[in-house]
């Protein structure tokens, strides 16, 4: 068993204004993805003044997105009794598939202002998407929340929130950092790096996460407030998964059989 690193959770007080390690993650996602959007703007051509345009647009599509996500899919009666609740997003509680799509909507909004191809745009953004899904579970990890089930492997954990039960869990944090973050990344980055049919490397991005996630719930434990929705082991996360895969294997279905002419940049 390896020894949970119990980090405080709040990186840095000034005053009465708690700066928690969550939200860093976020902003060095951010601005990691937005570097290396950067690198290939000239290509897809974007002008950096364009490219901040929509990395803010982007950014307000995760925030709002994922809050909104996490209250819909998963603990809608809880914000409704406590509505002030939903404005406390340095507590945790942002769910990626809605990010997701308040992404998507901030994409579509984007490239309508911009007369732009939505899944040109879609495609310029994708492979740097996992960065920011790593940086966002490392700070679950550090919060100590979303841990997994119990398991006798070496690399087990305690997590010192009461309700893990002291016991060694799967620190399935990590397992999704590594799946839908560092590899989904590198798969995409280097996929993306030569010229693929429009619509591909987004199709590549939904399989990939889908199927990562959906592999990952499997030893994590579920919200205590939905439980297993199906056959004992159906979670929201792979229910909302199937529709990210099945979606995405549509997309890819469609980009290759378009003429070449239709490549992406």
Known sequence: MLEYPAIDPVAVSIGPLDIRWYGLMYIVGILLGWWLLRQRAARHGFSHEQL????FFVVLGVIIGGRLGS???????????????VFKIWQGGMAFHGGLLGVLAAVWWFARSQGRRFFEITD???PVVPLGLFFGRIGNFIN??????????????????????NVPRHPSQLYEAALEGLLLFVILWLYSSKPRP????SGLFLIGYGVFRFLVEFV?????????????????????????????????????????VETAR
């Open 52 to 55: 901040a345009d929509l990395v």
């Open 71 to 85: 209250i819909l899919f998963y603990n809608l009666p809880y914000y409704l009794d406590n509505p002030l609740a």
């Open 124 to 126: 310029y953004v994708a």
């Open 144 to 165: 100590g929340e979303l841990w997994g089930k119990p398991t006798t492997a070496p690399w087990a954990m305690i997590f010192p929130d009461p309700a893990a039960g």
């Open 198 to 201: 429009m619509m591909a490397v």
């Open 220 to 260: 994590r434990v579920p919200d205590v407030q939905l439980g297993y929705l199906a056959f004992g082991w159906l979670t929201m996360g792979q229910v909302l998964c199937v529709p990210m895969i099945l979606f995405g294997l549509l997309l890819l279905y469609l980009a290759y059989r378009k003429p070449a």
